[in-house]
């Protein structure tokens, strides 16, 4: 699934898919629970596709971040987020070596591993969902 049809609802647990879309309002469907709820453009959301993670050059999209961890786990399930801080620290120098870190706080390593986790479980996302995303994009551009 592409990570544009995915997002997260501030205050709210899990991810969520997009079912449907009207001016104003966007269907959402738990990934955790199933339910399905209605949000308005007043709701804080970021769409996964949108979100990047801060390194010492640039930032990098996190579907290239997801497919780094895929890639260093085999396709598995990464650590539990609630490891400690050292054990976070760990991975995401694993993952993205020149990452920020003054910039990027456990709080934002928790939630990366949390939804990479939840993403690979429900078998929502591979990187070849990345690589249709990337085309799909090549193809808009031009």
């Known amino acids: 699934m592409d990570l544009s049809e ?4 501030s205050g709210k647990p899990g991810l969520y898919k997009i079912v449907a879309q009207s001016p104003g309002r966007v269907i959402v469907e738990s990934i955790l629970d199933g ?3 209605p949000i308005f453009m007043r709701h804080n959301f970021s769409i996964l596709s949108d979100i990047s993670i801060y390194t010492m050059e640039d930032d990098i999209p996190l579907g290239e971040v997801f497919k780094s961890l895929y890639e260093l786990e085999g396709g598995a399930a990464s650590i539990d987020h609630k490891a ?3 054990e976070l ?3 995401m120098t694993e993952v ?4 920020d870190r003054d910039e990027v706080r456990h709080a934002d390593m928790r939630k990366l591993i949390k939804w990479y986790n939840l993403l690979i ?3 929502l996302w591979t990187p070849a969902d990345l690589e249709e995303e990337e085309e799909k994009n090549t193809d808009e551009e031009e």
Do not use: C, G, N, S
């Open 35 to 37: 339910k399905r709820m």
């Open 6 to 9: 995915i997002l997260t609802i």
């Open 89 to 91: 620290e760990a991975k």
């Open 84 to 86: 400690d801080e050292k």
């Open 121 to 123: 479980a429900h078998k």
């Open 96 to 99: 993205v070596p020149d990452y």
